[in-house]
Nanobody
Framework: VQLQASGGGLVQAGGSLRLSCAAS????????MSWYRQAPGKQRDFVAR???????NYADSVKDRFTISRDNAKKTVYLQMNSLKPDDTAVYYC???????WGQGTLVTVSS
């Protein structure tokens, strides 16, 4: 199982970023996938989840600002992040729900 996250960077408050997580080594289309994040000095927290059928759920802190989606043909899960806030600064990780596999993370920094 490999999960390669990308798309992080530095953005001003109010801006947008799209994270990608390219998956390999397992049947992507039948797997639920999630995004988590870990801010400096804090625990890793749930951000969003998408089922194999496309159902989604979100942490309250990102609801209406972030959108999780997937492209099964590309074996990729995305996280579109809009209206970013400094509190969104964290390393973002993708996560395979069925077995708890983690990607390597991508850093998002939101400046005020």
């Amino acid at each position: 199982v490999q999960l390669q996250a990308s798309g992080g960077g530095l953005v001003q408050a109010g801006g947008s970023l799209r994270l990608s997580c390219a998956a390999s080594g397992f049947p992507f289309s039948i797997n639920a996938m999630s995004w988590y994040r870990q801010a400096p000095g804090k625990q890793r927290d749930f951000v969003a989840r998408i089922s194999s059928t496309g159902s989604t759920n979100y942490a309250d802190s990102v609801k209406d600002r972030f959108t999780i989606s997937r492209d099964n043909a590309k074996k990729t899960v995305y996280l579109q992040m809009n209206s970013l806030k400094p509190d969104d600064t964290a390393v973002y990780y993708c996560y395979r729900v069925v077995d708890g596999s983690w990607g390597q993370g991508t850093l998002v920094t939101v400046s005020s």
